[in-house]
Structures are given as structure tokens and as C-alpha cells.
């Protein structure tokens, strides 16, 4: 881990979203996308809600509220680029917060694993969205995202493994890192972008 941490740098964790209906909903467009078709449909997306607004103003603060996005019909949802599960997603995820089944002023009470089931039965909302929101908006430190495919990947690249790591793996060679797996893994996913020696100590 001190090579990756000597060739990535200090760590720089993004901001954490102004509130958590903002950060899952996020969370949910961008999933199984690039970063940068995720980044596009995240503009058009707010645009829906303020002409002209685009995926910095999102990330500058300005977000629809739960009922807005309630509002929209699945056709303007659909001409954003955001596909028909992930609108049905969306839609759930405004119904949850507009009815105030989630204890989101809760969250700082309870354990990860508490955090977790509270969300699962969000439609969209799995276990590995649920742990990129602990990590990322709850700043949870010993958080390990074992079916991570960006980790599995930096994983099988730094310990000469022959296939991306399995969850009983990342389980095993993550043991060291609590109770700091959070930053653990923010420098795993980092090292894909620097030059290390493939299979070297990590």
C-alpha cells in the first residue's frame, strides 16, 4: 500500500453532495456508466428542472427537489438520456424522501450495516450504492466494497492475481486496512491511473 500511496499522492475525496436525496440520486445515474456519459445525462437531467443548468450546477448545489422529479413524466426523463429503470428508480427514490420513510437525520446515529438496510429497499439502491454513499456522502471511514469491479480490477493488477479479486479476497487482502478501508480503497481506484510495477508489494 506505500507504493501506491507514494505514487497517487494525498488523498482528494470529492465533496460530499449538499443533501442525501441529491447524493443517491446521483448514485443511481450513474450507475454501469462512464463517468463522462454519466456527467452528460446529469446535466440534461437538471436542465429538466432550470433552463440551461448543467452537471457543475449540480455539483455546485442546485438540485430538483423529491417533488419535482415526482412531476416529471417518464418522456421528458427518458429525452435526458435517463433509461426507463433508472427513471423508475428515480421516481422511487423522490417518493421515499417525499413521504419521509427515509431517516436520513438518523444516519449519523446508526452503523454502516444499520445505514445499508434502511436503503436496500429503495428501488435502484443496492448494497454496493448504498456503500459508495457511506464512503463518499457519510465520510464512513471502515467502509469495503468487496463486489467493487474497479477494485477488484486494482486488486488483481497490484497482487499478480490471475482474474479480477472475488469478494472472498478483497475480504482477505483488505484485512489490514480497517479501520481505514474507505481511504484504502479511494487509493486503489486512484492507482489505475499512475504507472506501478504489476504485481509488485502493494
Keep these: 500500500m506505500a507504493m501506491v500511496i507514494e505514487a497517487v499522492g494525498p488523498p482528494r475525496l470529492r465533496e460530499p453532495s449538499p443533501t442525501a436525496f441529491q447524493a443517491l440520486a446521483r448514485s443511481i445515474i450513474f450507475q454501469q ?5 454519466a456527467s452528460t445525462i446529469l446535466g440534461r437531467f437538471v436542465a429538466l428542472f432550470r433552463e440551461g443548468a448543467t452537471a457543475e450546477d449540480a455539483v455546485d448545489g442546485f438540485f430538483p427537489q423529491p417533488g419535482e422529479v ?29 413521504e419521509g420513510k427515509l431517516s436520513v437525520e438518523r444516519f449519523g446515529e446508526w452503523s454502516d450495516e444499520e445505514v445499508i438496510a434502511h436503503l436496500l429497499p429503495v428501488r435502484g439502491i443496492g448494497r454496493w450504492t448504498a456503500q459508495m454513499f457511506l464512503m463518499f456522502q457519510l465520510r464512513r471511514p471502515d467502509v469495503l466494497p468487496t463486489a467493487d469491479v474497479g477494485l ?23 484485512k489490514p486496512w480497517h479501520p481505514w478501508a474507505t481511504l484504502a480503497c479511494w487509493y486503489l481506484w486512484r492507482s489505475e491511473d499512475v504507472t506501478l510495477p504489476i504485481g509488485g508489494p502493494a
Excluded at 456508466?33 to 456519459?37: D, E, R, T, V, Y
Excluded at 477488484?152 to 483488505?174: K, Q
Design 33 to 37: 456508466l462512464s463517468g463522462k456519459a
Design 70 to 98: 415526482l412531476s416529471i413524466d417518464d418522456e421528458a426523463m427518458r429525452s435526458a438520456g435517463v433509461s426507463r429503470q433508472k427513471a423508475a428508480a428515480l421516481r422511487d427514490l423522490a417518493a421515499h424522501f417525499a
Design 152 to 174: 477488484n480490477r486494482a486488486m488483481m493488477r497490484l497482487y499478480g492475481l490471475d482474474a479480477p479479486a472475488t469478494p472472498d479476497e478483497v475480504e482477505r487482502i483488505g
